[in-house]
């Protein structure tokens, strides 16, 4: 991770200095830090009797609703399913393509926890502008966007594209 731009690290369980005021900023974060916590409680569903590794996810759709999943592993390893994927396959089989936010949880300590190439590239489907929280087990976290964690990438916009180039018959 410590190759990722990181635009913020936030403190998630609710240490601050002073009073404030209910404000829609404030309202955004108690969202944010309810969505770890649905993440950190959905990756204690994980079944990963192979590498150990729990993860856990919760997906926000834009009106309100909260989808999680944890990772799945299998026997056949590359048959497993990580937690991202599980909680927007959860959300899309339930009629929802447009989302809000994602957060992602495990027990990584030392660093926070990063989606793999595949849930990047699967999260992309759904949008590019749309947030992700990467946390640690202490409620920190860094906010990025899925374009921030994939830039570049290929979305099913790229698929409408013009031809650019003709190839002559010829050769």
Known sequence: MSTLQLRQEKMV??????????TERQRTQEGVVGLIRASLEAKEFAYCPYSKFRVGAALLAHDGKVFTGCNVENACYNLGICAERNAISKAVSEGYRDFKSIAIASDLSDQFISPCGGCR???REFGA?????????DGTYVEMTVDELLPGSFGPEDLNMKKVHNIPNEF
């Open 13 to 22: 369980n609710g240490h601050g200095s002073g009073l404030q005021t209910c």
């Open 121 to 123: 590239q699967f999260m």
């Open 129 to 137: 502008s749309w947030d992700v929280y990467l946390s640690k087990p």
